[in-house]
């Protein structure tokens, strides 16, 4: 919860306030930050929604595994998301690389919404780091978010 009451203040001190399909939010752009603790406890609702992605992505996370087994030095173990469609994905890919016997995750998210989303993503992404992490017998180093729309409605 920290992160993202940190989140949360830097967007009500920096954000711009703008209208958007008739709701009032606040936003910024382009912005990035690191993972550090996992302070916070998921209602069943939303950890119902964390195990069906992981349960839907679970093949991908495999071929990233068998990607980064062939070559742990590689850049291309990633998770793609759907961009197609009426709504695409928030998260467009997941980035997976081992250095120094380390794990290093990487989100690109074209859009957050730091209050209804944030926690969810984030255990999305650490479970999935977790499992990663297992399987190589190693730490998951870090976890970055890179965002291109951070807001919240007012």
Known sequence: MRLQNDLLAILRKHGKTEIV???????????????????????????????????????????????????KQTR????MFNLNGNKPNCIVSIQFMIRKS????????RSLDVKKRLLQDIEIVKRMSDIVSKYFVINTKSIRFFVGNMHYYV
């Open 76 to 79: 291309q173990a990633m998770l």
């Open 21 to 71: 399909k008739g709701k009032k939010m606040k936003e910024l752009y382009g912005q990035s930050f690191f993972v550090t603790s996992y302070d916070y406890i998921l209602n069943k609702n939303k950890m119902d929604y964390v195990y069906n992605k992981i349960t839907t992505y679970r093949y991908n996370i495999l071929q990233v595994i068998k990607k980064l087994e062939k070559d």
């Open 102 to 109: 380390e794990l290093h995750v990487f989100v690109y998210s």
